[in-house]
């Protein structure tokens, strides 16, 4: 498939072919899984920069011109859109499939402990770069961040996932400390 080579690009150790099928996964399991969900899947990370901050959007941008190709229509082109950068997580949902995939891509947050500190070992090799001080207190920032949201599942089908999501990013924070 055309996104298999970006997700297999050096320096990446969250953000590969796994985490696509991890966000498949999550939504063909809960039952919500739709062509546009698929396709905002396999999209929404073919960019991946940890220096920049327009990875969604240029992400979209080259899907988009994909989908294009491959004849999709004008209205599914947007959808997908929408879906990939509604997982920028800076700004409200619109509608029920983009509450669906956010949660989906937040769903290792309320992964077991084993599995949630994988990913968290594997967003600091992303962020190697990153001298130690300051990925910790970024990381710290980012993780608070997710704590301090009244809720973070939108969805009734990811809801169960937020007690075990808590726990994580609190004991990934204290390690940070």
């Known amino acids: 498939m055309f996104a298999g080579p970006f997700y297999a690009e050096p320096g990446r150790a969250y953000h590969t072919g796994a985490h696509v099928r991890a966000l498949l996964d999550a939504l063909e399991g809960r039952g919500v899984w739709t062509p546009a969900l698929a396709l905002a899947a396999w999209g929404h990370d073919l960019i991946y920069d940890p220096r920049a ?13 994909w989908l294009g190709t491959q004849g999709a229509s004008g209205e599914l082109q947007a959808e997908v859109r929408a879906l990939i950068l509604a997982t920028r997580h800076t700004v409200p949902v619109h509608t029920g499939a983009e509450a669906l995939f956010v949660d989906a891509d937040l769903s290792v947050l309320g992964a077991d402990p084993e599995a949630f500190d994988a990913y968290d070992r594997a967003i600091r090799v992303e962020y190697a770069h990153v ?14 961040g997710f ?10 089908e990811f809801a169960k996932l937020e007690g075990q999501a808590r726990v994580n990013l609190a004991r990934a924070l204290a390690r940070l400390s």
Do not use: I, M
């Open 53 to 65: 901050a327009d990875n969604e959007v240029r992400s979209a941008d080259v899907f988009g011109d």
């Open 131 to 144: 001298p130690g001080g300051a990925y910790r207190a970024g990381r710290a920032a980012v993780l608070r």
């Open 147 to 156: 704590l301090n949201r009244e809720r973070l599942y939108l969805t009734p």
